[in-house]
């Protein structure tokens, strides 16, 4: 069996952005012309709002941010990506946000879709909204929608094993997922966060990525690594910027800290894929398809 390394980098990066709320629909919610929107894990627009903004304000004072990881369970991932291709969206913006007087980081995901491509550097330009039909079977639950913390020394994260294999294997690939990583550049860039104060505000994934990765028949869910860029990568404008690196993973029947243990894993289970092997490239070359904000911002 082939070994899919299912290890995304960042797509889009926001640094220095601020809510975007001139869309029609999302203005009209501020403004109480019609109900509040939410967010794709089911926090209310103008608290999401007020908790990007706590974690912005404290973005140059946390120096040595916590160590954590969080899982996206399979349903809630594989329903996102049915509502939002309903809504002809093509992305998840994932954010880092604090609560009023809280010093835990949490993650807010939130759509975005394509707005317009800049006519000078030809990128294209994505803009967040908060309104759904709220009759969806995304929010049918809204306890399916938690987003589940683990910290450093979880013992289904393998990549933050320094021992575990770092063979490059061949890799499952199909046109849409070219964003993969190989588990030693991955492990490096997960191993670097935390050095410094957080450089980035949010990241943009693709619905297609996060739905190859939620299709396979053995993942439970999508575990969301805090990661940063090499200081030599060679792409400028992503060194040592703060990103976040996804893994595809399963539950293995342990408990820890109360919580069901979700175990990365590579193999790739996905048939079409399986015929369309490619060798993986140097890290230099992994395609990022993304900017770095204020290059392009929400």
């Known amino acids: 069996m082939k070994k899919l390394l299912l290890l995304f980098s960042a797509a889009l990066f926001l640094v220095s952005c601020k809510p975007k709320t001139g869309d029609q629909a999302t203005q009209k919610a501020l403004d109480g012309e019609q109900p509040e929107g ?41 329903n996102i990506v049915k509502l939002l291709n309903t809504e002809k969206t093509g992305g998840v913006r994932i954010y880092f946000g604090k609560r009023n007087g809280s010093t835990n980081i ?9 707005d317009h491509t ?11 909204y908060y309104a759904h039909d709220m009759t969806h079977a995304l929010f049918a639950d809204l306890n399916k929608l938690k987003i589940i913390e683990f910290d450093g020394k979880d013992p289904g994260a393998e990549l933050y094993d320094p021992n575990s294999d770092n063979r490059r294997d061949a890799t499952c690939f199909t046109p849409d997922m070219d964003d993969y990583l190989d588990k030693g550049f991955a492990k490096k860039a997960i191993a670097g966060f935390g050095n410094h104060a957080f450089n980035t505000e949010a990241v943009l994934f693709s619905t297609a990525t996060l739905y190859n990765m939620a299709k396979e028949k053995d993942c439970d869910g999508i575990r969301v690594y ?8 060679d792409v400028t404008k992503y060194k ?12 293995d029947g342990r408990l820890y800290n109360g919580q069901e243990v979700y175990k990365d894993y590579f193999d790739c289970q996905d048939e079409k894929a399986k015929d369309l092997v490619a060798p993986l490239k140097p890290y230099g070359d992994i395609k990022n398809n993304g900017s770095l904000c204020p290059y392009n911002c929400n």
């Open 38 to 78: 939410v967010t794709l894990n089911g926090v209310k627009e103008s608290e999401a709002l007020q908790m990007m903004a706590n974690f912005k304000a404290s973005m140059s004072s946390n120096s040595g941010p916590k160590v954590v990881n969080y899982i996206l369970n399979k349903e809630m991932v594989l």
């Open 106 to 114: 949490e993650l807010l995901l939130v759509s975005s879709k394509y």
């Open 118 to 128: 800049d006519p000078e550097t030809g990128e294209k330009k994505y803009s967040d």
């Open 226 to 233: 805090m990661a940063t860029y090499p200081k030599l990568y």
């Open 240 to 251: 040592e910027r703060d990103t976040f690196v996804l893994t595809t993973a399963k539950k």
